[in-house]
């Protein structure tokens, strides 16, 4: 009787560490100048995957607010030319949507992106702590995707704009 009580602790403690460890530390940089401005740690858990940001931009790379913060379908964060124009952070392609719904929604939507994640928010002072939670995703089918925040806020919808709004891409991270 004791022992299986022993056993059972050791299972739920081994259990718990496994999860525990399942993260990992997603290096962030400033699109324009390729400077880092911090990290995002992202961490499996029970329900979906945590986002928690440690960015401290300059106000003037990351304004104070809310941000498009999404889960991109590509691991680069280089640039692209398309029709003569450089798009910073082109070449991490669009949300990740593994089921192809092309369409933008909420990080619980069940028909839209899988890779949207609820708005980063930024401080006055730039900084981003604030963390987020995706329940749709899972940690391992993250890795050779990338991490982008976005000039502008998102409302979750393609309406009035595509893609929530968010617009040009100012900072990215490549989930290794
Ligand atoms: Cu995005
Ligand atoms: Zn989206």
Same mark, same amino acid.
């Given at each position: 009787m004791k022992i299986r $009580?022993? #056993?059972a602790l050791i299972t739920a403690f081994l259990v718990k560490t496994a999860i525990a460890q399942d993260f990992k530390i997603i290096q962030m940089a400033d699109l324009k100048t390729k400077t880092n $401005? %911090?990290? $995002? !740690? #992202?961490e499996a858990s029970p329900l979906g +995957? #945590?986002?928690?940001?440690?960015l401290t931009a300059s106000p003037m790379i990351l304004t104070p607010g809310l941000h498009g913060f999404h889960v991109h379908q !590509?691991?680069?964060c280089s640039s692209i030319v398309k029709n003569g124009k450089t798009i910073l952070g082109g070449g991490a392609g669009g949300h990740y949507d593994p089921y192809i719904t092309n369409a933008h929604g909420f990080a619980w939507g069940q028909y839209n992106h899988k890779g949207d994640l609820? =708005?980063?928010? +930024?401080d006055a002072s730039g !900084? =981003?702590?604030n963390p987020v939670f995706a329940p749709r995703l899972t940690f391992s089918e993250l890795k050779g995707l990338? @991490? &982008? @925040?976005? &000039?502008? %806020?998102?409302?979750h919808s393609d309406h009035p704009k595509k893609l929530g709004g968010g617009g040009s891409? +100012? =900072?990215?991270? +490549? @989930?290794?």
């Open positions: $009580i022993v #056993i $401005i %911090g990290s $995002i !740690k #992202i +995957v #945590i986002f928690t940001p440690q !590509k691991g680069s609820p =708005a980063l928010y +930024v !900084k =981003a702590e990338s @991490i &982008m @925040i976005h &000039m502008n %806020g998102d409302n891409r +100012v =900072a990215c991270g +490549v @989930i290794e």
